[in-house]
């Protein structure tokens, strides 16, 4: 295994000395921030090789950006009004945000206490304690980059899936059905070109690429509110809409499934939406003032993109025709030719654009995530190549590590070539691992460090312990849903291959977690050490301290 030169474990004179106060001759509170950040790095056992330029906007850019909720909509909008109908799919979102914003805050939380790049394994390890914490971390790692990686493919290939459905708007002489190898290979050949175009706007300089976060971030905004003016228009001169007994409380059976476990199902589609909040905590090492903004990123992201999300699902029931008509359409998005029955074909194309353009800057968003994750683990040694992978560029970019991503994604993109079966198993875990995760960490800060973990800067004070007992059961259910069949009966090709490919990932982690060694990765005594200071600059918790609640 190689190693790099990073000082792992390494407590500054200034930690060990009770910490220092930056000075403030000037009165510059951004001078002392950017202090804590670093002191609060070298605390974790790492040094500041990482650009830090990006601010609060740019964080929850991260997250808002990556959540893309009229996108996310859109996606899971068939399978949530398949699953129960409009009544099922409204009132399971109405549930999903407000426990999605309960895990949130307890992660913005773990990430006030913890923010450096590759947070979400760092977190879970600090929350095993000493004990487990080595084995949650490990897990955990390797949920995540599985998440984050198979992300980037699917989101590419559902971008490339709005440019084919024209072929059914125009009826072109060509498959528009994934069961033929022709167009598997044109979708997998887009599905490479969009993936590597992505990558390429990750390669800017930080200077230039904080404008990829504000361009994401207006597409969003831009997707949004075209749909709220223009789909009600169109509406109105085509199909008319639906009546608010028709949009709220109609229910449908298209999965086979019991009724009661139909129903349940509508879970897959809404909790879907949200998964990802974790992206803000990833580029942590990268923000000012880390152990505020960071936090606030995640947290406040979460929640303006889950009420942007239930606004949009509001207009969907009240603009999107019955579930036979709109499931009729044929094409693998079906939002397209819906657009273009009500927005003429004109418009849709011009709505399509946005869509596309908006879903392949989320997925630069998401190469963001996983490259940052994929530097972290390499910082540590703990992969082949690790020397050149945690390799920075002069500007502080981890650029070597968003070209690990870029291979891997690129790999798994291309499965869609033998069969649209063996890509739909592989990126079936996407959502998965990261709400194992985030139940693994409420686990674990409730369970075992539930006195000793560093107080936060961003703190939940006394509604802490409650978010994450909460938080337990919440991920628990989403992951029991996420994993379940969708399609009844189940046969070959409707099995949901996500259990499956978990097992497979979890078995590899516990397998990488048994060979190394003890002292090769996520050492207990680097645990030790981050537990047992205040989280602010390396010192000794005294006794009675007060966190900042959140604001």
Request: glycine share 10%.
């Amino acid at each position: 295994m190689s190693t790099l030169n990073v000082d792992r474990g390494h407590v500054p004179d200034s930690i060990e000395n009770g910490g220092t106060r930056s000075s403030l001759s000037d009165g510059g509170k951004s001078d002392e921030a950017g202090r804590a950040d670093e002191v609060l790095l070298e605390t974790l056992g790492y040094k500041p090789v990482l650009h830090r330029t990006y601010g609060l906007l740019e964080n929850f850019a991260t997250t808002f950006a990556a959540l893309y909720f009229v996108g996310g909509v859109r996606v899971t909008f068939s399978t949530g009004i398949s699953a129960g109908g409009n009544l099922a799919y409204w009132t399971s979102y109405l549930v999903t945000v407000v426990f999605t914003f309960i895990t949130a805050a307890v992660i913005a939380e773990a990430c006030s206490a913890s923010p450096s790049a590759g947070s979400i394994y760092l977190w879970a390890a600090e929350s095993g304690g000493p004990k487990f914490g080595r084995l949650f971390g490990f897990v955990v790692a390797w949920w995540s980059t599985t998440a984050w990686t198979t992300f980037c493919a699917s989101n590419t290939q559902g971008a490339v899936n709005y440019m084919l459905s024209e072929i059914v708007v125009f009826d072109l002489p060509f498959p528009s059905d994934s069961s033929d190898i022709k167009f598997r290979a044109v979708q997998w050949a887009c599905t490479e070109v969009l993936l590597g175009l992505a990558v390429l706007l990750n390669l800017l300089p930080p200077r230039f690429f904080r404008f990829v976060f504000y361009l994401s971030s207006f597409f969003v905004l831009l997707d949004f509110v075209l749909n709220v003016i223009w789909l009600p228009v169109g509406t109105a001169r085509t199909f008319g809409f639906r009546t608010a007994e028709e949009a709220f409380l109609t229910t449908y059976n298209g999965t086979g499934a019991p009724s009661g476990w139909n129903w349940c199902l509508s879970y897959l589609a809404t909790a879907g939406i949200l998964i990802g909040f974790d992206a803000s905590g990833h580029v942590a090492e990268e923000t000012k003032n880390a152990t505020v903004n960071a936090a606030k990123g995640i947290f406040w992201s979460t929640v303006v993109s889950g009420i942007g999300g239930f606004l949009t699902i509001i207009l969907f029931l009240f603009c999107v025709p019955d579930a036979d008509t709109l499931f009729s359409f044929g094409s693998p998005q079906p939002f397209v030719p819906l657009y273009a029955v009500v927005l003429g074909k004109g418009g849709h194309i011009f709505m399509n654009i946005i869509c596309i353009t908006a879903l392949w800057l989320n997925t630069a968003i998401a190469v963001v995530a996983a490259s940052r994750l994929i530097f972290a683990v390499a910082r540590d040694g703990a992969l082949p190549f690790s020397s050149w992978v945690s390799k920075v560029s002069p500007e502080g970019q981890p650029r070597n590590a968003v070209l690990v991503v870029w291979g891997v994604a690129a790999l798994v993109t291309c499965s869609i070539l033998p069969s649209s079966v063996a890509f739909t198993s592989l990126i079936s875990i996407a959502g998965v691992p990261s709400a194992a995760a985030y139940g693994l960490i409420c686990f674990g800060r409730f369970f075992l460090t539930p006195k000793n973990f560093p107080p936060p800067k961003w703190s939940l004070g006394r509604l802490s312990k409650p978010f994450q007992f909460i938080g337990i059961f919440w991920n628990g259910w989403v992951v029991a849903v996420l994993l379940s069949p969708y399609i009844f009966p189940v046969t070959g090709e409707t099995l949901n291959y996500a259990p499956v490919v978990l097992s497979a990932v979890t078995i590899l982690a516990l397998i990488t977690w048994w060979i190394t060694p003890a002292d090769g990765w996520l050492q207990k005594e680097r645990i030790v050490n981050f537990i047992e200071s205040d989280g602010t600059n390396g010192a000794p918790k005294p006794t009675g301290v007060q966190s900042k609640t959140v604001d």
